[in-house]
């Protein structure tokens, strides 16, 4: 088959939507369908190295996490042009996927959604919970117009709202993570990540407000015996800075950043446990809880109702 994705973000860009689309891609084209992908650019992710069948459009400017590209259509109507896609496989939430409703190359073939996760009206994000209304409008069209939709987990479909019209015409399918991209770890691998003796305490994501890290600065920061390492850039980065010198603890509390694929690996194959404390459905699955399982890690997750995690 011959498959156009049209996704937000694509590796080396971190996050397990990313990640996932990078797998799922790389599967696809080893049994042998024409799968291609068109996405946002970010200015981290490498474009020389790119392979042809995956197209980054540039983007002006990012609001309320949603990436603003103008030229999105026109990207979709030439991969539509030069691919001839017998389906188009689109992964939400993304705005730019609402420009498939508007080319009538997009609208003759057949739609499949992969539903990664609702659009939580956060009440720590009120900019959020006042756009949503307003994407919400294109969200149910394309929800009509797909001819399936694959939700991630039975907890998640059965807690979405959004999906409740059209349960006639959703399937879980969980995600999965392509092993050969998490190797075996060499034993000196730990001093390289780990400053201080103790507990190793692992957190992995995007520094953002449904990630619950400053619970878990605060939880550690408490307890002599832990150590914490949290990887990952994002807005929050300043808050946990503060929470982590107001704790009095930084040598046992550290914020790693973004880190390369390697040190992800290594740091997943030499920390005690894996953390997720994520306190919004917005961490629909967390597909690095399957990562931390492949090294054989003991998983601490919150309890979230509607979540895919504990499942």
Known sequence: ??????????????????????????????????????????????????????????????????????????????????????????HMPNASVFWALFLPGARRLPW????????????????????YPFYRVFERAVLERSECIIATSVQYLEASAPLRPWRHKCHVVPLGVDHDRLPEVDAGAAARHWRADGFRVLAVGRLTYYKGFETLVRAVAGDPAMQLVIAGGGEERPGLERAIAQGGSPARLRLAGEVDDRSLCELLATCDVLCLPSRERTEAFGVVLLEAMRYGKPLLASDLAGSGMTW
């Open 1 to 90: 088959m011959r498959i156009l994705h049209i996704g937000k973000y694509f590796p080396p860009v971190a996050g397990g939507m990313e990640r996932f689309l990078g797998d799922l891609v790389k599967a696809q084209r080893a049994a042998g369908d024409d799968a291609c992908a068109i996405v946002h650019a970010d200015q981290r992710a490498a474009r020389a190295d790119d392979p042809p069948w995956l197209m980054r459009c540039p983007v002006w400017m990012r609001l309320v996490f949603t990436p603003i590209s103008p030229a999105f259509p026109l990207w979709l109507r030439r991969a539509i042009s030069r691919q001839r896609p017998d389906v188009l496989h689109l």
């Open 112 to 131: 499949v959604v992969h539903w990664q996760s609702d659009i939580e009206p956060s009440r720590f994000k009120p900019a959020l919970r006042m756009a």
